[in-house]
């Protein structure tokens, strides 16, 4: 893989300077597409391929807008810019879409092209038109800014700490704090800032679900699960894969996560284990602090990633460069961390909250392996063949992960800190897993009641969490909080649905470096071969050509847990 500089490619469809502000700037190449005649294989060709870079173009100017946006959340002039693509863009986009998904079928050289390039593509293309509704259109334009609403409501999200403001993601670095009263000051205070918004978020969300609702019925669909997997395209699996997984990792993984549980319990000498001593560390260690500055961050990522490849590491030099990376926490910034690919350039951009935290560090080269995948597929043909369904996108992501611990003395210097980093990874591997099947066990119970109330959803979701977490960690008197802990996961809320991709691109991840533990550079090879296919291929064979199984069942997760455990073992 070669990274150079890299400039913006020059088009051959639209002009190289457009500016997006109004519909009228961009429809009239929408109709040159729905008008244009096609009268040979060529023509076809060429027609895709103009598709693609009116795709490409559009998606990028969308996604400035959000980046724009996330980084601060205060300026309304940004929100003003991200609203108006989703108010007066995106709803007239939609049926222009569809009447060129009608055409793209109907097309008389459809099948003269290359089926073995094309085949997951048309199977998308087909599926989007079998689902899409006129009458959905002024929904969905809802539904992409009321979603919005969580990113601000949480982004605003502080507490008085010691005489200081601070956010969020600051205040949970505290819980590693060897200090349990102040552990337990934190864990009090963030929670009652989070209850402050309690009913704002379960108001939101009440819309939320009704707006999905009403979708799936205009779309035929008995509920909005049942949408929501047609519209992600999961053509690989099926709902009742989805409740093996939970079942698998319930029966497989909370097992691990109990003894992890009862030894901590014993290592801190505690009558009772509480929500606030799950992170701190069990020998009495500060917490683990790998770098100082987001440049020091991404300085010794680059680093690390250039003992695993040297053109890895060449991408996030180009990406800094570039000033495609905005790390630190901030107060008005909104919560989480993303890649965000840019089609049309090819050079994606990360977005994360940085406290100087071992967790930052995972997020860094977690959205790092994002980063290789866009850089791997930026030459594949067709913008829709750059994007990747979740479980293939997080495989490469969830997989940098592990395989970059490998290379962890870059910020560890000391010995027992980087054991005791590869140990928290591991961990929380595990302890990821039982979340996502939580979260995803939920979303399916509240899209199959869309009538539920707040109290029912809140009973619900203790209901399903009691079912994966470790039976050690006492909540007595805390119920309420634990009740309301899914308004945590943005997931929920902005991508309902998308979230199992993790779990299962987890699994593949293990298995993804118990290959690279074997034989590094065939893992890499591999790991590598799989990521170029972007989605060209089906999953199970994109996962078959990383080497791995796309496999849920008890016997394959047991197989994995226990590699895991045997690793932890040798730590």
Not at 242 to 270: D, G, Q, T, Y
């Amino acid at each position: 893989m070669e990274v150079q500089q890299i400039t913006a490619p020059v088009r051959r469809f639209l002009p190289n300077e457009i500016r997006i502000d109004s519909w009228e700037t961009i429809e009239k190449y929408f109709k040159d597409l729905t008008e244009r005649n096609i009268s040979s294989l060529e023509d076809f060709k060429k027609w895709l391929l103009d598709k693609s870079e009116l795709e490409a173009v559009l998606s990028e100017d969308m996604a400035w807008r959000y980046i724009k946006m996330t980084c601060d959340t205060t300026d309304e002039k940004l929100t003003d810019s991200f609203t108006f693509f989703v108010e007066q863009i995106e709803p007239h986009i939609a049926p222009y879409a569809n009447e060129l998904n009608k055409k793209l079928v109907a097309c008389s050289y459809l099948n003269e092209l290359d089926e073995n390039l094309y085949r997951i593509y048309i199977r998308g293309v087909k599926k989007a038109l079998e689902i899409y509704r006129d009458e959905n259109i002024p929904l969905l334009t809802k539904l992409a800014t009321e979603s919005q609403k969580y990113g601000a409501i949480t982004g605003a999200m502080t507490i008085d700490w010691k005489g200081e403001t601070i956010t969020m993601q600051k205040a949970g670095s505290y819980l590693k704090d060897v200090n349990r009263t102040i552990r337990e000051q934190i864990f009090i205070l963030i929670q009652k800032r989070r209850e402050e918004d309690k009913d704002k978020l379960n108001d939101l969300f009440s819309e939320l679900v009704q707006l999905r609702h009403q979708v799936a019925l205009n779309a035929g669909f008995k509920n909005y699960r049942d949408y929501k997997f047609a519209e992600l395209g999961r053509f690989d699996y099926t709902v009742n894969d989805c409740f093996l997984f939970h079942e698998s990792i319930a029966k497989e993984i909370l097992p691990l996560a109990e003894a992890s549980s009862l030894e901590r319990k014993k290592l801190l000498k505690l009558e009772l284990l509480k929500p606030w001593d799950t992170e701190v560390d069990v020998e009495g260690r500060t917490a683990l602090h790998p770098f100082e500055t987001s440049e020091e961050l991404i300085n010794k990522s680059i680093e690390c990633f250039f003992k695993i490849r040297p053109a890895y590491a060449d991408v996030l030099q180009l990406m800094k460069s570039m000033g495609h990376l905005d790390l630190d926490s901030r107060i008005g910034k909104a919560p989480g961390g993303y890649n965000y690919p840019l089609y049309e350039i090819g050079v994606p951009f990360i977005f994360m909250n940085s406290v100087g935290a071992h967790r930052d560090l995972v997020t860094m080269v977690h959205e790092g392996g994002h980063a290789i995948h866009s850089f791997v597929t930026r030459d594949l043909e067709i913008t829709d063949f750059k994007s990747f369904p979740s479980e293939v996108a997080e495989l490469a992501s969830m997989s940098m992960e592990l395989i970059s611990m490998e290379h962890w003395e870059v910020f560890f210097k000391n010995e027992d800190d980087l054991k005791r980093a590869k140990k928290e990874q591991l961990q929380d591997a595990l302890k990821t897993l039982l979340w996502i099947a939580a979260v995803d066990k939920f979303q399916h119970w509240l899209y199959e009641n869309p009538t539920h109330t707040v109290e029912e959803r809140m009973k619900g979701w203790e209901n399903v969490i009691n079912q994966f977490n470790s039976k050690v960690v006492d909540w007595t008197g805390m119920e309420n909080i634990k009740a309301r802990s899914w308004q945590n996961q943005l997931h929920i809320f902005e991508v309902p649905f998308y979230y199992i991709e993790y779990g299962m691109a987890q699994l593949g991840a293990i298995a993804v470096w118990r290959n690279y533990k074997r034989n590094p550079e065939k893992a890499l090879d591999d790991y590598e071969a799989a990521l170029r296919l972007g989605y060209t291929k089906s999953i199970p064979e994109i996962y078959k050509t990383a080497g791995i199984e796309f496999n849920f069942s008890r016997e394959y997760v047991r197989e994995l847990a226990q590699f895991v455990k045997s690793e932890l073992d040798k730590i």
